[in-house]
């Protein structure tokens, strides 16, 4: 332990931020540098008894440990600490929710330690000191497998099974990979060169990436079934829930997903992939609370929109905990992102209930129900109050979350079994096909990136496990 009162010296605080007015002007990431305030932030790490944070966080990441090194500088050891649990800690610094900070012991009567962006330091550090250098398998075992996906499950996974030996090879359907990474999360939160260098780094230590190929059309599974030892499906949940409501086919009303991919797509310099979604000069409305909605909220207002309106279907939660709601339960508190300090009106307890158009067919507006949470019969259902609203729009985009993996193609035509959710059937990460593996949303469900890491990794031990058992195939 670093302090042993650095919880009662130093209270908690995030590194600085660039202005709003600012930063809707670029893409650019728009938290800086913690610097020398890590240290004090890491002060405040009681190192307790049992560290809830380490089981609140899926990776376990050994988070007593680091913030212990950071405290008394020691970024190098810090980093070999993080690496052991977490591959892609410049990812998970953060993109992550942070679950750990939910678990913080500090939480139950102070506010928790920033570990995400202690996290984010330590990655940042390690990679200007060049301490993130090519890791080369100390032996190859003349096996292969293939990982269909490029998301963080897929990279996990893949940097796994190359440090075990396999060899290596990841398909990707789209023109770089990263998945969700690299087309999902816009870059003032995420810097793509970050993925760049990640993938850059995986290639140095000997995976492979074959980029534009759809599995299930361009190249079948049991075509990789003969071709390679083992194979992983890391598809990812990319089956956007819809909405029943009349007018959702009118022009003008888009899956969140689909904006989001389109504008990353921008800033990459990329050709587009179908008609350009533009927010410049329009009124938004998102629906959906979730880190989606607020990516789309700052993608639009960076964008140039007129302004922008989210509509969430739950009740606004407190600023505070709830009694019913303790410690070490998630809070159900109220969160403002940098989207939302961006400039944004919020609405709560709404419901669409239908999508208008004006004389010439374009998209006009949006009636909403006003709806509350009941519990009938056992299940809480959000049930219509009779009160309405009109909302005037312009473009609408739905980020209600995801259903499953999408079910055409590769799935239909290799008879995966699916479970009752839509989601890929597994047993210990087997499939219903020997040899075929499942593991991330596709598995699991629409999770968090962090989930999605955990599940790399543990499927590699998995595939690696099956892999020995094989009896021609001694590794």
Not at 164 to 178: A, M, N, Q
Not at 227 to 235: E, H, R
Not at 397 to 415: M, N, Q
Not at 425 to 443: I, S, Y
Request: proline share 6%; with cysteine.
């Amino acid at each position: 332990m670093g302090k042993d009162t650095g919880f009662l010296e130093f209270g908690r605080s995030l590194p600085p931020v660039r202005p709003p007015q600012e930063r809707v002007q670029d893409f650019k990431e728009h938290y800086e540098r913690f610097g020398d305030q890590a240290s004090s932030q890491a002060a405040r790490c009681m190192d307790c008894g049992v560290p809830f944070c380490n089981s609140g966080c899926p990776l376990g990441n050994r988070i007593p440990e680091f913030n212990d090194a950071v405290y008394r500088g020691a970024y190098e050891e810090a980093f070999h600490v993080l690496r052991r649990t977490n591959n892609f800690p410049e990812f998970t610094g953060r993109i992550c929710p942070a679950p750990c900070e939910a678990s913080c012991v500090l939480g139950i009567n102070s506010e928790s330690v920033t570990i995400e962006h202690i996290e984010k330091e330590i990655a940042d550090v390690a990679w200007e000191r060049g301490w993130v250098t090519p890791r080369l398998p100390v032996h190859r075992s003349g096996l292969s497998v293939a990982v269909v996906g490029s998301g963080p499950a897929g990279l996990a996974a893949a940097d796994e099974l190359n440090q075990l030996g396999h060899r290596v090879k990841v398909f990707e359907r789209d023109s770089r990979p990263g998945g969700l990474l690299t087309y999902g999360i816009p870059d003032y939160k995420l810097n793509k060169e970050l993925v760049a260098k990640r993938i850059k780094l995986l290639e140095e230590e000997g995976v492979v990436f074959q980029c534009d190929t759809h599995v299930g059309q361009d190249i079948q599974l049991e075509e990789l079934q003969e071709s390679f030892d083992a194979v992983l499906l890391a598809l990812g949940s990319k089956t956007p829930r819809d909405i029943p409501a009349p007018g959702r086919t009118l022009d003008g009303v888009h899956f969140a997903m689909d904006f989001l991919s389109q504008n990353n797509q921008l800033v990459s310099g990329e050709p587009l992939s179908g008609a350009p979604i533009d927010a410049k000069g329009k009124t938004v409305l998102v629906i959906g609370g979730g880190d989606t909605g607020s990516d789309c909220i700052g993608t639009a207002i960076r964008q140039g929109a007129t302004s922008v309106i989210q509509a969430t279907i739950g009740e606004q939660p407190p600023l505070h905990r709830a009694t019913d709601n303790p410690w070490p339960q998630w809070p159900n508190t109220l969160r403002t992102s940098s989207s939302h300090e961006e400039g944004c009106e919020r609405l709560w307890g709404m419901s669409i209930a239908k999508i208008h158009a004006d004389a010439d067919g374009r998209l006009s507006h949006v009636t909403m129900d006003h709806v509350k949470e009941e519990n009938t019969d056992g299940a809480w259902t959000f049930v219509p109050t009779g009160k309405q609203s009109t909302i005037a729009c312009d473009l609408v985009l739905l980020a209600i979350g995801f259903a499953h993996p999408e079910h055409e193609g590769l799935l239909h035509r290799s008879e995966v079994t699916l479970d009752p959710r839509g989601n890929i059937k597994t047993q210990g990460f087997q499939t219903n096909r020997p040899g075929v593996f499942a593991a991330g949303d596709a598995r699991r469900g629409q999770s968090l990136v962090v989930w999605a890491i955990a599940e790399g990794r543990r499927v590699a031990s998995a595939i690696d496990q099956w892999l020995q058992q094989q009896p021609s195939n001694a590794v």
